[in-house]
């Protein structure tokens, strides 16, 4: 069946509520993301984003205060990398907090303590077909 053209273009981003903004920023940019964004939505609220280089897709830093809620507990989402150990060695020396790598028949990862407590699992899937 022809459905025609997809709607969806593509994932511009996921959101993720956070206590600091600022502190989720500097441990993403830990992990190789630029700050591509951040811009006045009201007083006291930031429109704030962090993406991979050449990436289209980006993670929303949303000010959970700023929306009357408590900040996100879990990732909706999981990183890749091409050396997980590599990755995992970098990590450590960089101070953030990283378990593993574990091995499981679907696959290994390592799990990424970032500063507000959320566990951020990466896998070594990052290139197509492994």
């Known amino acids: 069946m022809d459905v025609g053209p997809p709607v969806i ?12 903004q600022d502190v989720m920023v ?6 190789g993301f630029a700050k591509t964004v951040d811009r006045s939505l009201w007083p006291g609220a ?10 289209q897709t980006s993670i929303v830093l ?3 205060r700023a929306y009357h809620r408590e900040p996100d ?4 989402l999981t990183l890749s990398c091409h050396d997980l150990l590599a990755t995992a060695e970098t990590l ?3 101070g953030i907090e990283v ?6 028949p679907s696959g290994s990862y390592i799990q990424v303590v970032d500063p507000e407590g959320r566990v951020l ?3 070594d899937k990052a290139d197509p077909g492994s």
């Open 9 to 20: 273009a593509r994932i511009a981003g996921a959101m993720l509520a956070v206590e600091n």
């Open 26 to 31: 500097a441990f993403f940019e830990k992990l």
């Open 46 to 55: 930031r429109w704030v984003e962090v993406a991979l280089p050449g990436a």
């Open 62 to 64: 949303t000010p959970a």
């Open 73 to 76: 507990r879990l990732y909706a």
């Open 92 to 94: 450590r020396a960089a």
């Open 99 to 104: 378990d593993g790598p574990t091995h499981e």
């Open 121 to 123: 699992f990466v896998n």
